[in-house]
C-alpha cells in the first residue's frame, strides 16, 4: 500500500481502506436478508423497495424469517471491528439496527430486556417486534436502504469497535484479509463449496502451547468441523543475531505442532519482518499450505496489500472447490 505524501508529510489513512474492505464484506449478508424478504413476501422489490414501502406486518415477517432459519449452513455472517463474526441471531439484531438506529447494545438492549421482563416475552420476540416499530415509524427520516448507504452505516460502527478494542492489530488485519477471501468467494458462489458453513472464532487455537492467533473452522454437511484453517502470525522486530534464529525456530515450533496434532487441518502462515530471505522462504513454502510474507517492520502491518490478498483469496477458493490438497512434507529446520 503506497503512502500519500505531501510535502514529505504523511497524510495516509490506511485504516480507512482496512475499514471499507471489512466493510464491503457485509454485502453478502445484506443480499442474504434481501432474499430473505423476497421469499417469505413474495415478491420480487429490492431489499430498499421493501423497506421503505411494506406495511409493519410484512416488515414482521421479513425480520422473523431472517432470525428462523432452520440450519446454520451456508449463512453468510457479520463481524466486528477486528473481523470477529457474530453468532446468527445477534447477527441479525446487529443488522437491523444498524439499518435504523444507533448503539444497539449499549442503548437499545437495556429497553428491549426491560420490554421483554414487563411483558414476559422471549428476547427474540421482543428484538424482532421493536425492529419492526423502529423501521415503520423512522424510514421516512432515514429515507434510503441501499447498499451504499447501508455500506456508510456499517463503516461507522465497524471504526467504533475497533477503538472500543485494544491490543489486536495483527490479528484484526489477518482476520480482515481471511473474512475478505472467504465472503469473495461466498458473494461469487453463493454457499462455500465443498464445505456447508464457516465458523470463525473470537479466541486463538492452542495447539501443545503453540498460538494460532486467528483460524476457521469448515463445516460439513452435518454442522460439524471437518477441519480448520490456522493461520499462525508471526512478526520480528529486529533483524539478524540471535533473534533471527529465535524468531525461525518459533515459526517451526508452530508449524510441527499443527502438523502433528492436527493433520485435517490447512496451514496459512503469516510473516511479517523486514529483510527474510529468499531461501527460508522457499523453505517455508514447502512445508506449509500457503504462506503470506511481508517485508515490514510490525509497526508497518496494517493491511494485506493488494498480491497478498489476491493469493489468499486464490488459496481459499481452491479449498473451497476442493482442488487443494493438505502439504504434508515436513523439514526440521531452515
Given at each position: 500500500?503506497e503512502?500519500?505524501?505531501i510535502a514529505?508529510?504523511?497524510?495516509s489513512?490506511?485504516?480507512?481502506?482496512?475499514l471499507?474492505?471489512?466493510a464491503?464484506?457485509?454485502k453478502?449478508?445484506?443480499?442474504?436478508?434481501g432474499?430473505?424478504?423476497?421469499e417469505?413476501?413474495?415478491?420480487?422489490?429490492?431489499?430498499?423497495?421493501?423497506?421503505?414501502?411494506?406495511?409493519?406486518?410484512?416488515?414482521?415477517?421479513?425480520?422473523e424469517?431472517?432470525?428462523?432459519?432452520n440450519?446454520k449452513l451456508?449463512?453468510?455472517?457479520l463481524?466486528?471491528?477486528?473481523g470477529r463474526?457474530?453468532p446468527?441471531?445477534?447477527a441479525?439484531?446487529?443488522?437491523?439496527?444498524?439499518?435504523?438506529?444507533?448503539a444497539?447494545q449499549?442503548?437499545l438492549?437495556?429497553?428491549?430486556?426491560?420490554?421483554s421482563?414487563?411483558a414476559t416475552k422471549?428476547?427474540?420476540?421482543?428484538?424482532?417486534e421493536v425492529l419492526t416499530a423502529l423501521?415503520?415509524?423512522?424510514r421516512?427520516?432515514?429515507?434510503?436502504?441501499?447498499?451504499?448507504?447501508v455500506?456508510?452505516?456499517?463503516?461507522?460502527?465497524?471504526?467504533?469497535?475497533?477503538?472500543?478494542?485494544k491490543g489486536?492489530?495483527k490479528?484484526t488485519?489477518?482476520?480482515?484479509?481471511?473474512?475478505v477471501?472467504?465472503?469473495?468467494y461466498y458473494?461469487?458462489?453463493k454457499s462455500?463449496?465443498?464445505f456447508?458453513g464457516?465458523?470463525?472464532?473470537?479466541n486463538?487455537v492452542?495447539i501443545e502451547?503453540?498460538?494460532?492467533?486467528?483460524?476457521?473452522?469448515?463445516?460439513?454437511?452435518?454442522?460439524?468441523?471437518?477441519?480448520?484453517?490456522?493461520m499462525?502470525?508471526?512478526t520480528r522486530?529486529?533483524e539478524?543475531?540471535?533473534?533471527?534464529?529465535l524468531f525461525?525456530r518459533?515459526?517451526?515450533s508452530?508449524i510441527?505442532?499443527?502438523k502433528?496434532n492436527?493433520?485435517?487441518?490447512y496451514?496459512?502462515?503469516v510473516?511479517?519482518?523486514?529483510n527474510w530471505?529468499?531461501?527460508?522462504?522457499?523453505?517455508?513454502?514447502?512445508?506449509?499450505?500457503?504462506?503470506?510474507?511481508f517485508?515490514?517492520?510490525?509497526?508497518?502491518?496494517?493491511i494485506?496489500?493488494?498480491?497478498?490478498?489476491?493469493?489468499?483469496?486464490?488459496?481459499i477458493?481452491?479449498v473451497?472447490?476442493g482442488k487443494?490438497?493438505?502439504n504434508?512434507?515436513?523439514k526440521?529446520?531452515?
Amino acid at each position: 500500500m503506497e503512502l500519500l505524501i505531501i510535502a514529505g508529510v504523511d497524510i495516509s489513512h490506511i485504516r480507512l481502506v482496512d475499514l471499507t474492505r471489512l466493510a464491503d464484506q457485509a454485502k453478502p449478508f445484506y443480499e442474504w436478508v434481501g432474499t430473505k424478504f423476497q421469499e417469505t413476501l413474495l415478491i420480487d422489490d429490492s431489499l430498499e423497495q421493501i423497506i421503505r414501502s411494506a406495511d409493519a406486518q410484512e416488515i414482521r415477517l421479513g425480520i422473523e424469517a431472517c432470525y428462523q432459519v432452520n440450519t446454520k449452513l451456508d449463512l453468510p455472517f457479520l463481524f466486528d471491528g477486528i473481523g470477529r463474526t457474530y453468532p446468527h441471531s445477534k447477527a441479525c439484531y446487529y443488522f437491523f439496527s444498524w439499518v435504523i438506529r444507533d448503539a444497539p447494545q449499549q442503548r437499545l438492549a437495556p429497553l428491549i430486556q426491560r420490554i421483554s421482563k414487563n411483558a414476559t416475552k422471549p428476547r427474540i420476540e421482543v428484538e424482532i417486534e421493536v425492529l419492526t416499530a423502529l423501521i415503520i415509524e423512522y424510514r421516512k427520516n432515514v429515507k434510503t436502504f441501499s447498499w451504499e448507504t447501508v455500506r456508510e452505516v456499517i463503516i461507522d460502527r465497524l471504526e467504533g469497535s475497533r477503538r472500543s478494542i485494544k491490543g489486536h492489530e495483527k490479528e484484526t488485519v489477518v482476520c480482515t484479509a481471511l473474512i475478505v477471501a472467504i465472503q469473495s468467494y461466498y458473494e461469487n458462489n453463493k454457499s462455500y463449496g465443498v464445505f456447508s458453513g464457516v465458523e470463525i472464532p473470537n479466541n486463538q487455537v492452542i495447539i501443545e502451547n503453540e498460538s494460532y492467533d486467528v483460524s476457521a473452522n469448515l463445516l460439513d454437511a452435518s454442522g460439524t468441523i471437518a477441519c480448520r484453517i490456522l493461520m499462525p502470525i508471526k512478526t520480528r522486530e529486529t533483524e539478524g543475531g540471535g533473534h533471527s534464529h529465535l524468531f525461525t525456530r518459533d515459526i517451526l515450533s508452530a508449524i510441527n505442532a499443527a502438523k502433528k496434532n492436527s493433520p485435517r487441518d490447512y496451514l496459512i502462515v503469516v510473516i511479517v519482518a523486514k529483510n527474510w530471505s529468499r531461501r527460508e522462504t522457499e523453505n517455508l513454502a514447502s512445508i506449509v499450505d500457503h504462506l503470506s510474507i511481508f517485508d515490514l517492520s510490525p509497526s508497518e502491518f496494517s493491511i494485506f496489500d493488494t498480491d497478498a490478498q489476491i493469493g489468499l483469496n486464490s488459496f481459499i477458493a481452491n479449498v473451497f472447490d476442493g482442488k487443494t490438497s493438505k502439504n504434508t512434507n515436513e523439514k526440521e529446520q531452515l
